[in-house]
């Protein structure tokens, strides 16, 4: 409850000249389009069972228009001239604590900021982008949960999201490539740091290192086998951007400009984004908008990366190996806003016996519910898991006994929902489930005649 009475006290202490400030600091985050679409919304309510929110809880202030709502009155009420005359017509209110505490429960409380709604919108209004300017502006103005503000800034003090020492960094990597030269039987194989001019730079997600180091063995094992020149950085190695999640662009910028140096001291050609939806969302997408400058190399996900090794032939798979039925869970920041939809599916199609679909599936998946930040928000939690109960449905309808995510936060919520909901499952990234299907290498054979 410390949480919870930290951040409503801070609401409550807010004075005229805060709210005025953090009027003005809203206003600055609107372009033309999101001015129009806090105008656009006819109220149709078709948006209602497009958020996995309301599907949960059925209650009218997780309808996405609702939430909206909120965020449209305050705009009303100060800078429409239909508001500030007929406020009552118009849903217009003062922009007051009461609605900045209206604010912090649906861009916080109630949304994943996962664009579904957006997506089946009749009037085409991006809901995520308003909730990302509500966000903005309730982060600028102090009002942000701290645990989830409290990731940003150990990212920003050390380097990486979880705080992980560079000679802890270091020492697993170490750890792991000798692992991996065991699992794969080849002595030679490395986990390289900081080779310059390496063909790729791979980034890494610190959950792995932290506690799942056979996600990021299985990568390595699959970078191995499709003979890559790569390369991890001893610096800057940290692929998540907690930026995104709390729509501070300064902030934002800041954490992908370490990706970006790292490129540029090392020298690599592809920078290539672990298995994370936020976190490709934030390199390829978002960076160069924050940043304002564009990257001079390529960023590509590693789902993209091992589809094209597959095409070129450089992985052999039995899917025999993986025989018990699998299901894909689509990331929303991989998928319905990044764009990679079919590279992961083909890879699975490939190594799997038994692939299945979810219903609905690809950019209309619902969200996990972990995204947007939740999982860090504890004061949340019990929404969070609540509206994960409709992916748990979509899961337990697939009888699939392994679900597939090439997101470590979907992971984390994935794997609470499997103990909330009973579903008996195994989480795994795509990685994992390529380096399983792996067929070993034929040992050499001596010549006849020697011994």
């Not at 794997?415 to 994992?432: D, P, Q």
Request: proline share 5%.
């Amino acid at each position: 409850m410390a949480e919870i009475d930290a951040l409503d006290a801070r609401v409550a202490a807010l004075s005229d000249a805060d709210l005025a400030r953090g009027l003005a600091l809203f206003r600055t985050k609107l372009g033309p389009a999101e001015a129009a679409w806090l105008q656009t919304c006819v109220h149709c309510g078709l948006c209602a069972e497009s958020c996995h929110y309301y599907l949960a809880d059925h209650e009218p202030a997780s309808v996405p228009a609702h939430k909206l709502a909120q965020v449209a009155a305050g705009f009303r009420r100060h800078f429409t001239t239909a508001g500030r005359i007929a406020p009552a017509l118009t849903g217009a209110r003062p922009f007051d604590r009461d609605l900045v505490r209206a604010w912090v429960e649906s861009a916080f409380g109630r949304c994943t900021v996962c664009g579904r709604c957006s997506l089946n919108c009749t009037t085409g209004v991006d809901i995520a982008a308003v909730m990302r300017a509500a966000r903005g502006t309730l982060t600028e103005m102090g009002l942000i949960p701290d645990d989830l503000q409290q990731i940003v800034a150990t990212t920003l003090a050390t380097g990486n999201s979880m705080g992980i020492p560079r000679a802890d960094w270091l020492d697993t990597v170490q750890w792991i490539e000798e692992e991996t030269r065991q699992a794969v039987g080849d002595p030679a194989a490395r986990i390289p740091v900081d080779k310059h001019g390496a063909r790729i730079l791979f980034t890494v997600n610190p959950r792995e290192p932290k506690f799942f180091p056979l996600g990021l063995q299985a990568s390595a094992t699959v970078l191995h086998a499709a003979g890559e020149d790569w390369t991890v950085a001893g610096e800057g190695w940290d692929l998540t951007n907690y930026g995104l999640f709390n729509a501070s662009r300064a902030e934002g910028g800041a954490i992908a400009a370490n990706l970006l140096a790292s490129m540029e001291r090392l020298g690599c050609r592809t920078l290539v984004i672990g298995e994370c939806g936020h976190g490709f969302a934030a390199a390829r997408w978002e960076a160069a908008e924050w940043l304002q400058r564009r990257p001079g190399f390529r960023i590509i996900s590693f789902l993209e990366l091992m589809d094209e090794y597959f095409r070129q032939g450089r992985l052999r798979v039995d899917p025999s190996r993986v025989r018990e039925r699998a299901t894909l869970h689509d990331p929303c920041n991989t998928v319905r806003q990044g764009g990679i939809v079919e590279p992961q599916r083909a890879i699975l199609r490939r190594c799997l016996a038994d692939f299945v679909e979810m219903t609905p599936n690809r950019a209309g998946n619902f969200c996990c519910g972990g995204g947007g930040g939740q999982l860090s928000m504890s004061r949340y939690r019990d929404k969070r898991l609540q509206s994960g109960g409709v992916k748990a449905a979509q899961i337990r309808a697939t009888g699939a006994r392994i679900v597939v995510a090439p997101c470590h936060n979907c992971i984390d919520q994935l794997m609470e929902l499997n103990r909330e909901y009973k579903l008996g499952v195994v989480v795994r990234t795509v990685a994992e489930i390529v380096a399983d299907a792996l067929v070993p290498p034929a040992p050499a054979t001596q010549p006849q005649g020697e011994p």
